[in-house]
């Protein structure tokens, strides 16, 4: 018998902390089977000694590592008896500054993470999700996949691009009966902020500071719908019709610092 028992499976990368991490819990909690990835490995043993060692794989993998990644899938794959039911891409980096003064060292870096490793995590698991009935290839694209934020230019771009990739893939991998999703979060209090952002948010409209755990939810109820994208908090999705309609005034406003307190976008 497999580790997993028959249970469904979930494949998380980014797992030891933030987003994953509550995503890992809350899918334990269901009675499903965790692969837990991520470059931390002391975030991992603590989410292993919680979950319980017959409940979850973890495993350090860097996803930029096409060679790690395919070794983490098959030890994944051991254990599940060829099955995936949900890939959760999930890790990514932020680094930011103004674009003219920034490394391109941190250029590069986020690049890798955040959309190669994306690309690299489906391409090699697509053969697992194929193989399991109504499974769902879940992303973490982001508010600034709406409309290009500054002083975030690349993440921004990455983000777009995972946007665009999960939207094409959701046609392609319906041959296959394979669904496609992303979530865009906005203000989410993990780690990935700089010191001081979620507690200098706005109180409340789209870029209020909202609980990592909202995002485990968003990942659950995706599994049980059809829904493309999700957006957290739900007002975000004023903003991605106000870059499609009025581009130029939303670039505006954000130029002029008032979009961040509306919460009508």
């Known amino acids: 018998m497999s580790q997993a028992n028959g249970r469904k499976s979930i494949f998380i990368t980014g797992a030891a902390s933030g987003m994953g991490l509550e995503t890992a819990r809350l899918f334990?909690?269901?009675?499903?089977?965790?692969?837990?990835?991520?470059?931390?490995?002391?975030?991992?043993?603590?989410?292993?000694s919680e979950l319980g060692a017959g409940n979850c794989l973890v495993r350090p993998l860097d996803v930029t590592d096409r060679e790690d990644y395919r070794a983490a899938l098959a030890d994944f794959s051991a254990a599940t008896e060829g099955k995936l039911d949900l890939l959760f891409n999930n890790a990514g980096i932020g680094r930011g500054g103004?674009?003219?003064?920034?490394?391109?060292?941190?250029?590069?870096?986020?690049?890798?993470?955040?959309?190669?490793g994306v690309l690299i995590g489906i391409h090699e698991a697509?053969?697992?999700?194929?193989?399991?009935?109504?499974?769902?290839?879940?992303?973490?694209?982001?508010?600034?996949?709406?409309?290009?934020?500054?002083?975030?230019?690349?993440?921004?771009?990455t983000k777009h691009a995972v946007k665009g990739l999960s939207e094409a893939l959701s046609v392609e991998f319906k041959a296959y009966g394979v669904r496609v999703a992303d979530v865009l979060p906005g203000v989410i209090d993990?780690?990935?902020?700089?010191?001081?952002?979620?507690?200098?948010?706005?109180?409340?409209?789209?870029?209020?500071?909202?609980?990592?755990?909202?995002?485990?939810?968003?990942?659950?109820?995706?599994?049980?719908?059809?829904?493309?994208?999700?957006?957290v908090p739900p007002e975000l999705v004023e903003l991605?019709?106000?870059?499609?309609?009025?581009?130029?005034?939303?670039?505006?406003?954000?130029?002029?610092?008032?979009?961040?307190?509306?919460?009508?976008?």
């Not at 334990?28 to 292993?48: H, P, R, S």
């Not at 920034?102 to 959309?115: G, H, K, R, S, T």
């Not at 194929?130 to 921004?156: E, W």
């Open 98 to 116: 103004p674009f003219a003064e920034q490394p391109f060292e941190d250029v590069i870096a986020v690049v890798q993470v955040n959309l190669m």
């Open 28 to 48: 334990a909690g269901k009675g499903w089977f965790v692969g837990g990835y991520d470059v931390n490995e002391a975030g991992l043993a603590a989410l292993k």
């Open 240 to 265: 991605d019709k106000a870059a499609t309609l009025a581009p130029e005034a939303t670039r505006d406003q954000m130029a002029q610092g008032g979009l961040f307190n509306n919460a009508d976008g």
């Open 126 to 157: 697509i053969g697992l999700l194929k193989a399991t009935p109504n499974s769902l290839c879940f992303t973490t694209s982001s508010s600034s996949a709406t409309f290009g934020m500054a002083n975030i230019a690349v993440y921004s771009a």
């Open 190 to 231: 993990t780690p990935i902020l700089p010191p001081g952002v979620a507690a200098g948010a706005p109180k409340d409209g789209m870029f209020r500071a909202i609980a990592p755990v909202e995002i485990a939810k968003v990942v659950w109820e995706a599994y049980h719908a059809d829904t493309l994208h999700w957006y």
